[in-house]
């Protein structure tokens, strides 16, 4: 079991650009989620997903697409990135109401 | 929205010391949960709560949820080096789970 995996680990955008958050779960668990982390604001939640197909928003939603075409995929998108969109993203699935993270990937947006 | 606080921010303390954190929330939550984070890592679950009053133990780690439903410690007993991190704790209900900002603890040998 590789449990959650993110890719990439770091990632530098120029303002405007647009790209994927990779993200990926072997653990069949029907609820995923994104995560943003900014330093002395603990976690928030981006958007979540509790099945194929179905997809909701969270805290912090806005700049950000998701899709959920497979139980084992939860990609983020930025359409159109900004300087406020530099953080740390994880992914994350759940069994119950026990989260499994990912190991993070550290977007900075110049 | 729900918002949680969580204290103390930082604790720098003594090996063998017991270490204290709390998070209080102006809603009440059906979950709480407590991660611990290491540098360059995602959070990992520590200690779960489904229960208003449960207690529970994990090693030298106890944590609580509150009879209100509205706050969650958590305690560390004889701290060692490898306590070290930052330690949040997090509320669960209808989907949606929020975050304390952090307690980063500090242990010196």
């Known amino acids: 079991n590789a449990g959650v995996t993110q890719t990439p680990k770091f990632q530098v955008l120029k303002t405007g650009q647009s790209m994927t958050l990779q993200c990926a779960q072997d653990m069949n668990h029907e609820y995923m989620s994104w995560y943003r982390q900014d330093p002395g604001m603990g976690l928030r939640l981006i958007h979540y997903?509790?099945?194929?197909?179905?997809?909701d928003q969270g805290e912090v939603p806005n700049g950000y697409n998701v899709s959920r075409s497979t139980t084992e995929d939860f990609p983020l998108r930025l359409l159109s990135a900004a300087p406020s969109q530099t953080s740390v993203y994880f992914c994350a699935s759940s069994w119950g109401n026990e989260q499994f993270f990912g190991p993070g990937t550290r977007l900075t947006v110049l | 929205g729900q918002q949680l606080n969580q204290s103390p921010q930082s604790m720098f303390i003594q090996e063998g010391e017991d270490v204290s954190m709390n998070c209080t929330s102006s809603?009440?939550?059906?979950?709480w949960l407590w991660y611990k984070q290491d540098p360059g890592e995602g959070p990992v679950l520590l200690i779960a709560?489904?229960?208003?009053?449960e207690l529970t133990s994990n090693g030298r780690l106890t944590a609580q949820f509150g009879i209100t439903r509205k706050d969650s410690f958590l305690n560390i007993s004889a701290s060692i080096p490898s306590d070290v991190g930052i330690y949040f704790c997090a509320g669960y209900f209808n989907n949606d789970m929020r975050f304390g900002a952090g307690t980063r603890l500090t242990v010196k040998p």
């Open positions: 809603s009440i939550f059906n979950t």
């Open positions: 997903s509790v099945g194929a197909g179905i997809t």
């Open positions: 709560l489904y229960k208003a009053g």
